[in-house]
């Protein structure tokens, strides 16, 4: 009896632990509720909008992961709003909550959806993976979205003809 008694005392500690992973969402990243702002941001940068659809409180340590490596390889290629998978979708804006809904997207978190600024085009989903497949979807991810960026004019100065 003491033994079984020793187990689940354990099993509670442990299971406790992993609930308080999770990760932490940087303060460069957008909240929905701060998505005017993020929209005027995209559009001043001329960056897609990605919506990470996750749970920063989670106890999956591989969820976290996977937030956080999306958070790192797409901040540079996108302005980034993070989208609690505890909340519903009420208030949002109806093409985002169609695309953070579609199954292009997967059916676990961490999943992210790159829409246009004007939130009316969903250019990219990266749905859930782990390890060198999520490496491979990211990098399939920035290729798409450096093919898509609009050109910058170059920031090298000509040099005047020789004489």
């Known amino acids: 009896m003491k033994t079984a008694a020793v187990v689940f005392a354990f099993l509670g500690l442990a299971s406790a632990a992993c609930a308080a992973d999770g990760f932490r969402v940087p303060g460069t990243v957008f909240r929905m509720d701060e998505l005017v702002q993020a929209q005027a941001r995209a559009r001043e940068k001329e960056k897609p909008i990605a919506f990470l659809y996750s749970d920063e409180r989670t106890g999956c340590g591989l969820c976290a992961r996977a937030s956080v490596q999306m958070i790192d390889e797409l901040k540079m290629k996108c302005v980034l709003v993070y989208v609690d998978a505890r909340q519903n979708f009420t208030g949002y804006p109806q093409t985002v909550a169609q695309a953070l809904r579609a199954p292009e997207g ?3 978190i961490p999943k992210t959806i790159v829409m246009d ?23 399939q991810a920035k290729k798409t979205l450096a093919a898509a960026a609009p050109a910058r004019p170059s920031s090298r100065r000509l040099r005047p003809p020789p004489p």
Request: charge should be negative; glycine fraction near 8%; aromatic fraction near 4%.
């Open 106 to 108: 997967g059916q676990t």
């Open 117 to 139: 600024a004007d939130l009316e085009k969903v250019l990219l989903f990266i749905p859930c993976a782990r390890g060198p497949a999520l490496d491979e979807a990211l990098k």
